[in-house]
């Protein structure tokens, strides 16, 4: 019979059941990098708009980089036990896929630090994609933002984490 995995307590929790942020202070700070996924699928036409800024609002692209930046330096403002960290990095890239008609984006934080950067390449991601469904409302509401996730982690005594 296999042996099964211990089960890991949730940190986000204490004896009680009450809801508190983790106390990092005992951690040694050490370069963490998150890499995070997501993407928005639409009609060929809006693409197009994307492509060639012609949507109304704006260039698309740009609006959605600087969310997805501003959404990463926000996170702990939207998710409450979240730690406000001082980001070293944050880049926010989008790539328009003609075949698959959508936009693909890609978020990388890094911090040096005591507590990990995921939620705040999560956010970065959530933030671009919202951003995009935002600005092209008006013209295809059927967009769908799918597949938001953590593709890679690094720091920390947990080491890396890695998934395509």
């Excluded at 009450?18 to 990098?33: H, L, P």
């Excluded at 990095?89 to 890094?110: F, G, N, P, R």
Aim: with cysteine.
């Amino acid at each position: 019979m296999p042996k099964k995995k211990p089960k890991k307590n949730l940190t986000h929790f204490d004896a009680n059941g009450n809801a508190v942020m983790v106390d990092v202070s005992d951690k040694i700070a050490t370069v963490r990098e998150a890499v995070a996924k997501g993407s928005v699928f639409m009609e060929p036409a809006t693409l197009k708009l994307i492509t060639s800024r012609k949507v109304k609002k704006g260039d698309v692209l740009t609006v959605a980089q600087l969310a997805g930046i501003q959404g990463a330096k926000r996170t702990p403002d939207i998710i409450p036990l979240c730690h406000p960290i001082a980001l070293s990095k944050v880049t926010v890239d989008l790539e328009c896929d003609t075949k698959k008609s959508a936009v693909h984006i890609t978020a990388t934080c890094k911090v040096t630090g005591q507590t990990g950067v995921e939620m705040e390449a999560l956010t970065a991601v959530s933030a671009a994609a919202l951003t995009v469904y935002d600005m092209c409302k008006a013209v295809d509401r059927a967009m769908r933002i799918t597949d938001i996730r953590l593709v890679k982690k690094s720091g920390g005594k947990s080491g890396v984490f890695e998934q395509k």
